[in-house]
């Protein structure tokens, strides 16, 4: 059974950090290209950062870029989201996704449950 849990994410002023964690277990794990998605209330879900297998990122949303990286622990089977420089409009819920293939070139076939970040003042 594939299972990817988040954790990490909480309230945070314009400005702050968080680091999001994603621990995966069921499948292995550096086969896959992993990635992160957000979703904003009343809005799709997006996808912000994708890690290949040979740890090559891609970025996705232009608004994260610079603010935002993406890595990988293979030995942990652990995916990381480090969030610098937090705005008001990077509020969503943010989840870690397993892409069937080992590059970024796709949507999650596996997800998780979600992390609630909230950045407010």
């Known amino acids: 059974q594939v299972q990817l849990v988040e954790s990490g994410g909480g309230l945070v002023q314009p400005g702050g950090s968080l680091r999001l964690s994603c621990a995966g277990s069921?499948?292995?794990?550096?086969?896959?290209?992993m990635a992160w998605f957000r979703q904003a209330p009343g809005k799709e879900r997006e996808e912000v950062l994708c890690?290949?297998?040979?740890?090559?990122?891609?970025a996705y949303a232009d608004s994260v870029k610079g603010r935002f990286t993406i890595s990988r622990d293979n030995a942990k089977r652990m995916v990381y989201l480090q969030m610098n420089a937090l705005k008001a409009e990077d509020t969503a819920v943010y989840y870690c996704a397993r892409i069937p293939s080992s590059i970024c070139n796709g949507l999650g076939d596996y997800w998780g449950q979600g992390t609630q970040v909230t950045v407010s003042s």
């Open positions: 069921g499948f292995t794990f550096h086969y896959y290209a």
């Open positions: 890690i290949s297998n040979s740890d090559d990122s891609t």
